[in-house]
């Protein structure tokens, strides 16, 4: 979790603006990580843009949700990641290795818009668990797409507003084999 400027970039502790990319970049590049999938979940706002959402609200589950919110663990759980790979471990440099390979990446919101959270925390990593503790060994991207699903779905109340709000991750992945959470 950070805070997120205009042009997408994360505002550190120490008041410094790194872009996501850089950061990324900077692991691509690191030989122990060769050929191993890198995951990024970025809970960040990307920018200002609040979405209205169209057609029928999800009032009914917006007032579920406020009467019996999700639960949130009260510590990290440890998850042993294992692709299907046949292989995978690295030894030295892949021939024909790119610095953009394997790298999947969630925003908590689309380019250009807030992400949000409240005090019980973000509706995105809520979701997230929920889906990951109920589909164990499941591939990771076909649960982030059911997470998104959920997310779009829900209603959010801004915290600059009493209007209700959508959000949508955005999901970019140049993975090159299914991953696996277990």
Known sequence: ???????????????????????????????????????????????????????????????????APPSVPSHADVLQIYAEAQGSSCRGAPQGRSDQADILTVYSAAEGYVAYRDDKGSDFIQTLVEVLRANPGRDLLELLTEVNRRVCEQDVLGPDCNELRKACLEIRSSLRRRLCLQ
């Open 1 to 67: 979790m950070a805070h997120g400027g205009p042009r997408g970039q994360l505002l550190g502790a120490d008041g410094q603006e790194v872009q996501p990319e850089a950061l990324m970049q900077e692991l691509s590049c690191c030989r122990v990580l060769w050929g191993r999938p890198k995951v990024f979940l970025l809970q960040a706002c990307r920018g200002g843009n609040r979405d209205a959402g169209v057609g029928p609200t999800a009032l009914p589950w917006y007032w579920s949700w406020l009467r």
